[in-house]
């Protein structure tokens, strides 16, 4: 029997509900199809920063590095550890170590939920550079505090880190409807969005039967809200992937639904699933924190992981119990509830 180990990082806030009900859910798939999920869960969160002054151990990664997924629930506590700290000594570390340079993000109303658009027929999978661009971490301050203050971020754009994503764009594209949406924007940027451009043309060729369209950023966020139908993948930077996936989680009907996987396509390290949401301190305390967010990343995980039959069965569950208006809208149901339902749906 197939077996996985899984490293479960629930963080801060609604991470650990959401996690703990993903995992349910996850393992009630598992045992209906057949395998194993084996999981050991690591405290590292803002409240671990706070007694050990780090949000993990110094070898955090490398005790990462031999499971075959992650799944993280939040990470960010801003009462307590500002985020430019959390973050950093967190998410994006993983994300960046185990180049997991693809974070996918897909964009479609579940069945029985009311997205704010007219539109409903949409079906995007948004694809964020994960590791370099404007979140290279390439910069300074220096005369701080001082009136002659400079601050200094400067975005590093690879021919490697460029041509990997929109390769990955272009093959998800071949796999779905053959549309490629390319996000810059050139205009204004002149260096390093011409140079994503010109890489895009030129991988295009290897491409014939991907129709690729090429979309400044202003003007995707304008299409993704009248006319995301017209929309198959779309591939963007990291800081631009980023604000057009909180775009693409209001139109699907908000962050509560929006699932994500930080892959490495090589599978030299493992890849880390999570929801899009964050830790949601305002709402940590009340129960009601929508797990479908963390459930579909789940799903993801076991599509990833080589278990499409389970990853399926999952998203079936969670169709059967949104159209029955289980989950649709923020703060209707208790996180438990949601889950429960699901469950039962699952098995
Ligand atoms: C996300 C989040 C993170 C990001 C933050 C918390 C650093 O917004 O996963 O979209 O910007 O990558
Ligand atoms: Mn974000």
Same mark, same amino acid.
């Given at each position: 029997m197939a077996s996985y180990r899984i490293a479960l990082i629930p963080g801060d806030g609604i991470g650990g509900p959401v996690i703990a009900a993903a995992w349910a859910v996850l393992q009630a798939a598992a045992k209906a199809e057949g395998f194993t999920l084996a999981a050991e869960s690591f405290p590292w969160s803002c409240a671990y920063y706070l007694e050990t002054g780090r949000m993990m151990p110094e070898d955090g990664i490398e005790s990462l590095r031999g499971f075959d997924a992650i799944l993280l629930g939040a990470v960010g506590w801003p009462q307590t550890v500002p985020d430019s700290v959390s973050l950093h000594g967190l998410l994006l570390p993983i994300r960046k170590a185990f180049v997991q340079y693809a974070n996918i993000r897909p964009h479609r109303l579940l069945p029985g939920v009311q997205g704010p658009?007219?539109?409903?027929g949409f079906d995007i999978l948004c694809i964020r550079e994960n590791?370099? @661009?404007?979140?290279?971490?390439a910069g300074g301050r220096v005369?701080?505090?001082?009136?002659n203050e400079v601050a200094v971020e400067t975005s590093i754009f690879t021919r490697a880190g460029v041509e990997r994503i929109l390769r990955f764009g272009f093959e998800q594209a071949r796999a779905r409807r053959g549309k490629l949406a390319s996000v810059t924007k050139s205009n204004a940027q002149k260096y390093s969005m011409v140079f994503w451009d010109e890489i895009t043309d030129l991988l295009a060729a290897d491409y014939p039967d991907v129709e690729v369209t090429r979309y400044h950023i202003d003007a995707m966020a304008a299409r993704m809200v009248m006319a995301p139908e017209s929309l198959d993948v779309v591939v963007a930077s990291n800081l631009f992937g980023d604000i057009l996936t909180d775009l693409g989680a209001a139109i699907q009907g908000g962050l509560g639904f929006a699932a994500s996987a930080n892959i490495d396509p090589t599978r030299t390290s493992p890849s880390m699933f999570e929801p899009?949401? @964050?830790?949601a301190p305002d709402i940590a305390?009340?129960?009601?924190?929508?797990?479908i967010a963390s459930i579909w990343s789940g799903a993801m995980m076991l599509e990833h992981l080589g278990e499409p039959a389970a990853a399926k069965r999952v998203m079936r569950a969670v169709e059967a119990v949104t159209a029955r208006g289980?989950?649709?809208?923020?703060?209707?149901?208790?996180t438990d509830a949601i889950t429960a339902a699901i469950l039962s749906a699952v098995g």
């Amino acid at each position: 029997m197939a077996s996985y180990r899984i490293a479960l990082i629930p963080g801060d806030g609604i991470g650990g509900p959401v996690i703990a009900a993903a995992w349910a859910v996850l393992q009630a798939a598992a045992k209906a199809e057949g395998f194993t999920l084996a999981a050991e869960s690591f405290p590292w969160s803002c409240a671990y920063y706070l007694e050990t002054g780090r949000m993990m151990p110094e070898d955090g990664i490398e005790s990462l590095r031999g499971f075959d997924a992650i799944l993280l629930g939040a990470v960010g506590w801003p009462q307590t550890v500002p985020d430019s700290v959390s973050l950093h000594g967190l998410l994006l570390p993983i994300r960046k170590a185990f180049v997991q340079y693809a974070n996918i993000r897909p964009h479609r109303l579940l069945p029985g939920v009311q997205g704010p658009l007219r539109a409903e027929g949409f079906d995007i999978l948004c694809i964020r550079e994960n590791t370099e @661009g404007e979140y290279a971490g390439a910069g300074g301050r220096v005369h701080q505090g001082s009136a002659n203050e400079v601050a200094v971020e400067t975005s590093i754009f690879t021919r490697a880190g460029v041509e990997r994503i929109l390769r990955f764009g272009f093959e998800q594209a071949r796999a779905r409807r053959g549309k490629l949406a390319s996000v810059t924007k050139s205009n204004a940027q002149k260096y390093s969005m011409v140079f994503w451009d010109e890489i895009t043309d030129l991988l295009a060729a290897d491409y014939p039967d991907v129709e690729v369209t090429r979309y400044h950023i202003d003007a995707m966020a304008a299409r993704m809200v009248m006319a995301p139908e017209s929309l198959d993948v779309v591939v963007a930077s990291n800081l631009f992937g980023d604000i057009l996936t909180d775009l693409g989680a209001a139109i699907q009907g908000g962050l509560g639904f929006a699932a994500s996987a930080n892959i490495d396509p090589t599978r030299t390290s493992p890849s880390m699933f999570e929801p899009v949401h @964050g830790s949601a301190p305002d709402i940590a305390a009340l129960g009601i924190a929508n797990p479908i967010a963390s459930i579909w990343s789940g799903a993801m995980m076991l599509e990833h992981l080589g278990e499409p039959a389970a990853a399926k069965r999952v998203m079936r569950a969670v169709e059967a119990v949104t159209a029955r208006g289980i989950g649709t809208r923020p703060g209707q149901d208790k996180t438990d509830a949601i889950t429960a339902a699901i469950l039962s749906a699952v098995g």
